[in-house]
C-alpha cells in the first residue's frame, strides 16, 4: 500500500517550479498525494496537479526561453502593480482549461490573502483559475485581483507555506515544500545584491533581449516611466524582492515550526529570481534532487 500524502506548496514566484520535480520525485518513490495545497506559485502548480494536467503545464513552461517570458510580462501604469497578469493567465487558459476546485481530482485549496479583513482567504471551490489569479498577486508587483469588496494579494504575506490548510485523512503523512530556504546562498548572490542596491550596477540600455533578468528589465520599464533619474530608483525591485525574501523566511519558518511537517523540503532561495521562469529545466531537476535527499533521510528515519 501507497503512502498516503498530504501536500502544501510554498510561495516563491519562479522558484515555485521546482513543485513539479518535488511531486515528480514523490510519485516516483511510491508515494500517493492523496490532498493538496498552496499559495501564489504553490496554488498554481497545487491545481494543476490536482486537475491532472501538470505534464501540460510542464511540458509548456520548459519551452521558454527569456523572451517568451518578458512577452507574457503586460506592463501597466496601475498604482497597485507593475504587472496586471492577465496575458499569461489567458494563454495558460488556452493550454488547460479552467475547472471548478470541486471538480478536481483530489482536494484541492488555494490560499490568498484579504487586505481589507487582514485575513487569509482559503478557497476550496469556484473557478481554479480566480483562485490562483487571487493567490499570486504579488503586492507591488502583481496588480492586486479585486472582486465585490475583497481585495486580494499573494497568499504568501501572511502564509508561505500553507501547511495548515491541506485536508489530512487517515494514514498520511504532511509533506511541505518551502521555497525560501536561505542556508545555501552564496558569496556571489550577496555582492550581486550589494552592486544592485548601492548603484554600482546599471540596468542595460539596449533591447529588452539583452537585459540580464527579469527584475532589470522592470528596472528599466520604471526608469522609462520616471524621466528623473537618481540612484534611489536604482535597485528599486531588488530591495523590494530582498526586503519581502527575509519577511517570508522568517514566517516560513515559523509556520514549519508550529505545524512540524514530516517532510519538509527546502529549495534555496536563491535558485531563481522572481520571474526566472525561462530556467523551468533546471528549477525542475532543483525539486527532484532536493526532494530525493529529504525522502531518503526520512525513510532511514522510519527506518530506526
Not at 498520511?172 to 552564496?186: E, G, H, P, S
Amino acid at each position: 500500500m501507497k503512502q498516503k500524502v498530504a501536500l502544501a506548496l510554498g510561495s516563491g514566484g519562479a522558484r515555485g517550479l521546482a513543485h513539479i520535480g518535488v511531486i515528480e520525485e514523490l510519485e516516483n518513490q511510491g508515494f500517493e498525494i492523496t490532498s493538496i495545497s498552496g499559495c501564489s506559485m504553490g496554488a498554481l502548480i497545487a491545481g494543476f496537479y490536482a486537475m491532472n494536467k501538470l505534464n501540460v503545464y510542464a511540458d509548456w513552461i520548459c519551452t521558454l526561453k527569456k523572451k517568451d517570458v518578458y512577452s507574457l510580462m503586460d506592463i501597466t501604469l496601475s498604482q497597485s502593480g507593475l504587472l496586471k497578469g492577465d496575458r499569461v493567465f489567458n494563454k495558460m487558459k488556452e493550454l488547460i482549461p479552467d475547472m471548478l476546485i470541486e471538480e478536481m481530482q483530489i482536494p484541492y485549496s488555494a490560499v490568498a490573502t484579504d487586505v481589507i479583513s487582514r485575513k487569509e482567504e482559503v478557497f476550496i471551490s469556484g473557478s481554479f483559475y480566480t483562485a490562483a489569479r487571487a493567490s499570486i498577486a504579488i503586492p507591488a508587483i502583481i496588480t492586486p485581483y479585486s472582486t465585490g469588496d475583497r481585495i486580494y494579494v499573494d497568499g504568501g504575506v501572511l502564509d508561505p507555506v500553507p501547511v495548515g490548510h491541506v485536508k489530512r485523512t487517515d494514514g498520511d503523512i504532511l509533506v511541505a515544500v518551502n521555497l525560501y530556504d536561505d542556508k545555501q546562498n552564496t558569496a556571489e548572490h550577496e555582492d550581486e545584491n550589494r552592486k544592485v542596491l548601492s548603484g554600482e550596477k546599471k540596468v542595460s540600455e539596449h533591447r529588452w533581449i539583452n537585459v540580464n533578468s527579469s527584475i532589470e528589465y522592470l528596472q528599466q520599464k520604471i526608469q522609462e516611466l520616471i524621466p528623473k533619474s537618481d540612484n534611489q530608483n536604482q535597485g528599486y525591485l531588488t530591495l523590494l524582492q530582498l526586503t519581502s525574501s527575509m519577511m517570508l523566511t522568517r514566517i516560513s519558518n515559523l509556520v514549519l515550526e508550529l505545524n512540524k511537517p514530516d517532510i519538509v523540503i527546502n529549495i534555496p532561495a536563491n535558485s531563481a529570481k522572481t520571474f526566472e521562469f525561462h530556467k523551468a529545466s533546471k528549477l525542475i531537476k532543483t525539486g527532484r534532487e532536493v526532494a530525493n535527499r529529504q525522502i531518503r533521510e526520512f525513510l532511514f528515519q522510519q527506518k530506526k
